[in-house]
């Protein structure tokens, strides 16, 4: 082998030389080792009113089919949106989008308001989001909703469909129409830091749903809604949520389940160290009033503190809106293995604990453990129907298991 030629080396050298800085002065590169599709260079247009949905999903078509990781970049500025679906499978397994800016839907309900999702990532691996404002617009069809008339149901903000391996973290979701997040057949996913704010009366506004989905975790955010601040329907296992403060809001409902006949069940559900300020409900468990093989087993609420709660903890198999499809019936859903431990607050009506289980399939391994709720500076009271359990430590009110 032979040497390289004297001259030949100091080139080399300033080649290796530029090399190198251009990579530690291209953030992108230094940081990820990816490369970054911005979506102004695409024709995205950061004024507000030009629909920019061609140039994300031109960017995320060059993230997907590189084979090497990719970030997409949406720089400061109102980007304007209508549904857009990124689609998998990609080509590598990590995306990671970086939003500095708002993206926002129509203000014309009816544009989205038919089509089911705004955001939509689907069939995707290894995607995360840093950052970023989503608005939904969604006054207008909150307006027509509680008017009574008919409209469109309206269009949830942000959805991963059959994802795996998904973070989510920083994001700020504002009026949605719908729900705001909603994680539906996933594997993995991690939400940390979200804000979630909409009015308190707005309807259908849930701030993060999670169905049929496994491994999920909820950390350090902040909800404030006009439905439950995170529903969990059938089919969910390994759900943590940690450190979030509620409300307003429906609260943290698991449910509501059995409506249908085959339904897969809830399972290892922690909810830990939640606050909930002025809500409807505190820890829910909710289902339908009606034949199912659903069930609800292993749950931890744990460390929450309820100002001014309608319901801190309820149990309500007995869910039949307008009295439709199950008069009369009992629920199938099975509910065992729930512990409520140091629980404790205020509560905005008498009843601060409600246990309202199935004459069919009665509650089983419900724990108490140090529960403290007052009602107007007196001891609040408990109602149990078909509820069996035990309790612990200090209990107030005191427990009707
Ligand atoms: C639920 O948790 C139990 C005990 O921690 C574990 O054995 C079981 O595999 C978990 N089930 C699911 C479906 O995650």
Redesign the pocket.
């Known amino acids: 082998m032979a040497n390289p030629e004297p001259k030949a080396i100091p080139l080399l050298l300033l080649l290796l030389k530029s090399f190198l800085l251009f990579v530690l002065l291209n953030p992108s590169l230094a940081q990820a080792g990816a490369i970054t599709y911005n979506v102004v260079s695409f024709g995205a247009k950061p004024d507000g009113k030009t629909d920019s949905a061609k140039a994300f999903l031109n960017a995320w078509a060059n993230a997907c089919r590189s084979t090497a990781p990719a970030a997409i970049y949406v720089p400061p500025g109102r980007f304007l949106l209508g549904k857009v679906v990124f689609n998998g499978q990609c080509s590598n397994k990590a995306i990671s989008i970086t939003i500095d800016g708002t993206l926002v839907a129509p203000s014309n309900y009816n544009a989205i308001g038919n089509a089911g999702n705004w955001l939509l990532f689907q069939h995707v691996d290894g995607v995360s989001i840093h950052g970023g404002v989503l608005d939904g617009q969604g006054t207008g069809l909150w307006a027509c909703k509680n008017s009574g008339k008919s409209c469109p149901s309206g269009a949830t903000t942000l959805q991963f469909s059959n994802s795996n391996n998904i973070f989510i973290g920083g994001l700020t979701s504002l009026n949605s129409q719908l729900f705001h997040i909603a994680i539906n057949g996933c594997h993995n996913v991690k939400l940390q830091a979200v804000t979630v704010t909409a009015a308190g009366n707005s309807p259908n506004t849930d701030g993060i749903h999670v169905q049929m989905s ?1 491994g999920v975790t909820i950390l350090n955010s902040k909800i404030r809604t006009g439905d439950d601040c995170v529903s969990v329907g059938p089919g969910t ?2 759900l943590w949520i940690e450190n979030v403060a509620c409300g307003p809001g429906h609260g943290i409902s698991i449910g509501s389940l059995g409506k249908d006949q085959n339904e897969p069940g809830v ?2 559900v922690t909810v830990k160290t939640v606050t909930f300020t002025g809500t409807q409900n505190g820890v829910r468990i909710k289902s339908w009033g009606r034949p199912s093989n659903g069930f609800v087993k ?1 749950i931890l609420f744990q460390h929450a503190v309820m100002v001014n709660v309608q319901n801190p903890i309820v149990i309500d198999q007995n869910y039949c809106p307008d009295n439709k499809g199950c008069p009369g019936q009992a629920s199938g859903v099975k509910v065992s293995d729930v512990t409520y431990q140091d629980i404790r607050g205020t509560s905005a009506s008498q009843v601060a604990v409600r246990f309202d289980c199935s004459s069919k399939n009665p509650c089983s391994g419900i724990r108490m453990q140090d529960v403290k709720l007052t009602y107007q500076n007196q001891p609040a009271q408990a109602s149990c129907i078909h509820a069996d359990g035990t309790a612990t430590g200090f209990i107030q009110p005191e427990s009707c298991l």
Request: glycine content about 16%; overall charge neutral.
């Open positions: 496994t296992s390994g399972q290892n292993n």
